[in-house]
């Protein structure tokens, strides 16, 4: 079993930059494979980033490639996504996600949830 808290959520203007971070606690945090998705009003949630349990394989979503960036301390029980250039299409809520197996793009991969933190871009 493993907690997951996200947090650094908030309301930010369209090319502004936010740095949500999402900790872990019970079990080896090394042993997990960590994304994050978000869901906007309406919509089916969506995946943005994956990052490997040791950090060597990163995946991003489309939407958000060259403008977030994950990644993780394994020595602070830690994920972050660093997001620059905000638009208000990235306005969600934003999930971070944890699973045993290689980094999945899909929900169904995911074992554990945080609750989510808030992101609103004005534009």
């Known amino acids: 079993q493993v907690h997951l808290v996200e947090s650094g959520g908030g309301l930010v203007q369209a090319g502004g930059s936010l740095r949500l971070s999402c900790a872990a606690s019970g079990r080896i945090f090394n042993m997990y494979a960590m994304g994050w998705f978000r869901q906007a009003p309406g919509k089916e949630r969506e995946f943005v980033a994956t990052i490997s349990r040791t950090g060597s394989s990163i995946y991003y979503a489309d939407s958000v490639k060259g403008r977030f960036t994950i990644s993780r301390d394994n020595a602070k029980n830690t994920v972050y996504l660093q997001m620059s250039s905000l638009k208000a299409e990235d306005t969600a809520v934003y999930y971070c996600?944890?699973?045993?197996?290689?980094?999945?793009?899909?929900?169904?991969?995911?074992?554990?949830w945080g609750q989510g933190t808030q992101v609103t871009v004005s534009s």
């Open positions: 996600a944890a699973q045993v197996k290689l980094p999945g793009t899909r929900v169904r991969d995911y074992d554990y």
